[in-house]
C-alpha cells in the first residue's frame, strides 16, 4: 500500500521508535513520549502538532491491533484435569 507523501514523516518517526514503547505487564501501553523529540532531531523531522497528531493515531492504531492478538490469540489454555 502506498504511503501518502504528507504521511511519510510520521510513519518514519513512529517507525524509529519501534524500540520505545512503555510496557506494564508484558503489554505496551504507549510509546515514550520522551523519546520523540530526540529521535524527530536524529531522523531531521520537524516536530509539529499535526505530526504529533498523526503519530499519536498511529500510536492507537497500534495498541488496538495489539489487543486485538492478545483477545485472539493468548487465550488461556485449560486446567490440566487431575
Do not use: C
Not at 513512529?14 to 530526540?38: E, K, V
Request: hydrophobic share 45%; net charge positive.
Amino acid at each position: 500500500m502506498p504511503i501518502a507523501k504528507q504521511n511519510w514523516h510520521a510513519l518514519n518517526l513512529f517507525l524509529l521508535l519501534a524500540t520505545q514503547w512503555r510496557i506494564d505487564g508484558g503489554n505496551p501501553t504507549g510509546i515514550d513520549y520522551s523519546a520523540i523529540a530526540p529521535a524527530a532531531k536524529l531522523a531531521d523531522v520537524t516536530l509539529s502538532p499535526v505530526l504529533f497528531e498523526q503519530l499519536r493515531r498511529m500510536e492507537q492504531a497500534a495498541l488496538d491491533i495489539f489487543a486485538d492478538h492478545k483477545a485472539t490469540h493468548h487465550k488461556l489454555a485449560p486446567s490440566p484435569q487431575r
